[in-house]
């Protein structure tokens, strides 16, 4: 019998073979392959493991155990000497945790130990299980899969009631090695709970007291955000991953089509659940709805709709305020508008700050608002909890809480009850009602105070430097520091040495200090005395230093107008967005004078208004409006060239920017819009020119050792430098900037001290802000300084000099003050102007009597060489000029106004102080005539009595000399 052909039979057997063989080689690879038994465990609980294994492997080392996965599976068969092995690692884990801790006592050092809790030493014991159970029972298990359960020591570890050689080391644990090293088996930290007016309180010292609290703009709104979130009811875990697609941020119509507004829908994931499994129910997902607040400090919506500003989160539309966000949006007849988010902004944090910043954060807030025990951000839920809890049924609250009732019952009970017992058990007539008391004393910020020191004095560090560990430390890293650079990894490594331990040298001293005023404080408020004298008699603190900290001004301005709830009337939510918008992008200057514009208009009469809304930063004068503003930056600045050449923002170094450099007009218009706000911006076109060189083309700029601003030299020098001092932007004392820059620091006390710190120090004329070492042009006839000389260049003639009908005569000079003005300082007040040696000239000087009367002045030696340089065959000093003179008289200014006195005068050394009595002029004009000899130069003097081709000085054709 022939078989007939089937059409693509052949075909058909081949593919069955080929499936065949690869369900062969798939269930090869699944019989090869090991199911894992393990459950998920996050990263930290990993880490823990793996921590717990290395100090296992590194104990069974030092005592010569050769197979430490042995010791386990003799374990698993209640071995003892398994047991007193393990018993043996745990004791030692105790006894060799002891370490040298630094103290503020004479000894420097104490031995403290870091295991005081019998639970530290049970967590590291069962760490270490789970870690054998997965490295080496699981082997094990697979091996013998007949007594799988033999080798087990996960289900003896977590269940107390079974009994075994786990058991007995838990139990061991808790018995004879806490009594052996007096460890602590109860909880140390009271679980309180954080009320609203805590949360409250959290926030507004969070900006009150900025300064305080030094961190960047973005991580403070991050964690007022964060805050609010955890208040509700959630886990720091579930906050802190918080990202825009999470967020549904829309703007609705209100009843009955009024206004619109914000609406914000979150979606919050809960953590702490089981991973890697199939789902049949969503409670593990909560939405929660927000609406905008009157009270903005905790309106939440205002958070994240400025942060998205900010962020230029959104994908259609640009917005750049929060009253562009809520009305630009058109609603039609629709009762909402989502605002959709870019796609690259989906999965970033709308509020990224990480847990450990975010704890400590909380901690300096409540040390800083001068609580006395700890408070862990964990009170936040333990408070919600209870505001939940007989409002929300209980499955509401155990849904919004993400837990079961069994673990409020166990872990979410305050040791301190929210209701007074009293009361309920024999009723209010007969015990009273003072719920509202008792539960202002129910806050965890009941007995704070707001005075206890939090910084450390001068004389803790004096007392740190004493110590021969910081003097070992500081010799050791400038040792290093001669042979290596200072971003070299070993003087790296000797810095943070000293560096960690002056700061826990510090927290020592600031703890001993705030129990020592606490003490202090608490009995003299029993024996009924007031510690008002207690706070002035506290020693100076010494703030350290914030560095990329910056913007504690502003913050502290959004602190004060969120604490007066009437500054801004009904646009008092636009305001404030505005501000917080400002300091987001880091525009410090506008968030502080929008607030002092506020607060101005606040406290005016309704006829009144601000004058000066408008500030120049470069020289800190205020206008009324921007055309003022910009024309005075035109004539000011645009004409005299101060944008010719790059100069640093002064403003970003004064709150502390960083280095921003202006190149230019127009972008000094840009810089300030986008970083101080517009009120600090004049109108500048784009496509403006440098300034041509003009008649005020010598009239260069200098910058100020005070603020960094650029001002220009003399008279606009002198009236910039007043308002350091008592202008409104005076803030007395204040520090050099110059000299801050170079780690130096130098405070400044008044103008006397400025003065000096000038010229001693940087070498500049505290008057106009030259430098007194460089030369300028000078009119030797009125000396072109006291009054506005049109011809310093050397061209035309002074106005003063037309008057008197003389010729303007230039020449080279250093100092910048007029030759014989009087300088106007009192008796007892010395020159701030230090002497020049060799050729340069020596500083002018009033010569005063001891009654504090001008009687004569001392030039300067370039102005006697100048003085002299002008005079013809006969010298300026020669007798026969006092031949037949009789009178020298004085001027108004007790000076003396005759030109040859004074020149007279400089004859005698520089070294020498002539000082001549008023009563006493005839006797000495008598001896000058009558001896002239006795006035002779000092050798390094110049005599120009030899000199025989000077030019007659047109002055002496007007002086008397008829008894010449």
């Known amino acids: 019998m022939v078989r007939a052909n089937i059409p693509g039979s052949k075909t058909l057997l081949s593919r069955n073979n080929a499936a065949e063989r690869r369900a062969n080689i798939a269930t090869n690879n699944y019989e090869l392959a090991e199911l894992d038994d393990a459950d998920f465990i996050s990263e930290v609980t990993r880490e823990q493991r793996e921590n717990a294994w290395k100090r296992w492997i590194d104990f069974c080392d030092c005592t010569g155990v050769v197979d430490p996965d042995s010791i386990f599976i003799r374990l698993c068969l209640d071995d003892k000497a398994a047991v007193a092995k393990f018993q043996d690692f745990l004791d030692d884990y105790v006894k060799f945790s002891e370490q040298y801790t630094p103290t503020l006592g004479p000894e420097e050092y104490i031995v403290i130990r870091s295991v005081k809790h019998s639970l530290t030493v049970l967590a590291l014991w069962k760490a270490l299980l789970m870690a054998a159970h997965d490295k080496v029972l699981k082997t094990k298990r697979l091996e013998d899969p007949q007594n799988a359960e033999v080798w087990r020591l996960k289900r003896h570890a977590l269940n107390n009631h079974r009994s075994g050689p786990v058991k007995r080391i838990s139990d061991w644990i808790a018995g004879d090695l806490s009594n052996k090293y007096n460890l602590n088996r109860e909880q140390r930290t009271v679980k309180r709970e954080a009320t609203a007016e805590d949360v409250m309180m959290v926030l507004d010292t969070l900006w009150s007291r900025a300064a305080d609290i030094p961190c960047e703009p973005r991580a403070r709104v991050a964690f007022h955000s964060l805050v609010i979130l955890c208040s509700l009811g959630f886990r720091g875990g579930v906050t802190m991953n918080f990202c825009y697609k999470d967020v549904e941020l829309q703007v609705v119509r209100g009843l009955d089509d009024a206004k619109s507004t914000l609406f914000a829908r979150l979606t919050l994931h809960h953590n702490k659940q089981k991973q890697n499994i199939i789902r049949r129910r969503q409670d593990h997902i909560v939405e929660i709805g927000l609406f905008p607040v009157p009270c903005q400090l905790i309106c939440l919506v205002s958070q994240i709709a400025l942060r998205s500003i900010a962020d230029d989160a959104f994908k259609h539309a640009t917005f750049t305020s929060l009253e562009d966000l809520v009305e630009r949006p058109v609603l039609e007849d629709q009762d909402a508008v989502t605002l959709e988010w870019k796609d690259e902004m989906l999965d970033k944090p709308i509020f990224p700050l990480a847990y450990h910043h975010f704890r400590d954060l909380w901690h300096q807030v409540w040390f800083v608002a001068g609580n006395r025990d ?65 539960q202002r004393l129910h806050r965890a910020s009941c007995m704070r105070d707001e005075n206890a020191p939090i910084y450390p004095t001068s004389e803790d560090f004096e007392m740190f430097e004493r110590r021969k560990d910081v003097a070992q430390l500081r010799n050791a890293y400038d040792e290093v520091r001669k042979e290596l650079r200072w971003d070299d990894p070993k003087a790296k490594h000797h810095k943070a040495n000293l560096t960690n331990l002056l700061r826990n040298l510090q927290d020592l001293a600031v703890d001993k200090r705030r129990k020592e005023y606490f003490a202090e404080a608490d009995r003299r408020r029993q024996c009924g005395q007031g510690t008002m004298d207690l706070r002035k008699q506290a020693p100076e603190p010494i703030r350290p230093h914030t560095r990329g900290k910056s913007g504690h001004g502003a913050a502290a301005a959004i602190g004060q107008f969120l604490q007066q709830q009437s500054l801004g009337g009904a646009r008092r939510w636009y305001i404030f967005g505005d501000m ?143 308002q350091h001092f008592r202008g409104p932007r005076s803030k007395l004392p204040f520090c050099c900037l110059v000299c801050a820059e170079e780690g130096i620091t130098a405070t400044i006390e008044d103008r006397n001290e400025w003065d000096e710190h ?125 031949k037949g003179q009789t009178e020298f008289p004085l ?33 000495h004009k008598k001896s000058v005539i009558a001896n002239p000899t006795d006035f002779t130069p000092a050798p390094t003097a110049i005599d120009y009595s030899a000199s025989t081709d000077i030019p007659i000085d047109p002055r002496l054709m007007e002086m008397d000399v008829d008894g010449l």
């Open 374 to 438: 700890t408070i862990l951000p964990y009170s936040l839920r333990v408070g919600a909890g209870g505001n939940y809890d007989g409002v929300l049924t209980s499955t509401v609250r155990n849904y919004v809480l993400g837990h079961t009732s069994d673990m409020f019952r166990k872990s979410y009970q305050p040791r301190q009850l929210r209701m007074e017992l009293l009361p309920i058990i024999f009723g209010p007539q007969n015990a009273g009602n003072q719920q509202a008391l008792y």
């Open 580 to 722: 917080l918008l400002a300091y987001l992008k880091a525009q410090h200057s506008a968030v502080e004078i929008a607030y002092k514009q506020h607060a101005e208009v606040e406290n005016l009469s309704p006829s009144e208004h601000p004058r000066q809304n408008w500030i120049c930063l470069l020289c800190s004068r205020g206008f009324s409006q921007r055309a003022h503003l910009t024309r005075h930056n035109t004539k000011n600045h645009i004409k005299i060239g101060t944008f010719n050449q790059p100069f640093s923002c002064p403003e970003c170094k004064r709150i502390g920017q960083g280095e921003h450099k202006i190149q230019g007009a127009a972008q000094w218009s840009n810089h300030t819009e986008q970083r101080h706000g517009r009120f600090c911006t004049p109108n500048v076109p784009a496509a403006i020119q440098p300034a041509a060189p003009a008649k005020h083309a010598n009239r260069r700029s200098i910058e100020c050792f005070a603020c960094r601003n650029r001002v220009g030299v003399g008279v606009r020098f002198s009236n910039h430098i007043k």
């Open 758 to 882: 000038l010229t001693t120090v940087h070498g500049c004329h505290s008057q106009t802000g030259m430098p007194q070492n460089e030369k300028q042009k000078a009119c030797d006839s009125c000396f072109g300084l006291k009054h506005r000389c049109s011809a310093l260049d050397g061209k035309g003639t002074c106005q003063r000099c037309l008057r008197n009908n003389r010729t303007c005569v230039f020449s080279e000079r250093t100092s910048p003050r007029q030759a014989w003005a009087p300088t106007g300082r009192s008796k007892g007040r010395p020159s701030k102007n230090p002497k020049e040696t060799g050729n340069a000239s020596a500083a002018d000087e009033a010569i005063t009597d001891d009654d504090g009367a001008k009687v004569a002045y001392r030039l300067s030696a370039s102005d006697h060489q100048r003085l002299g340089a002008n005079q013809d065959n006969i010298g300026p000093l020669d007798p026969a000029f006092f």
């Open 891 to 923: 001027d108004s200014s007790s000076r003396i106004s005759t030109p040859e006195y004074t020149k007279r005068m400089t004859r005698r050394s520089e070294a020498e102080i002539c000082k001549i009595d008023v009563l006493e002029k005839e006797e």
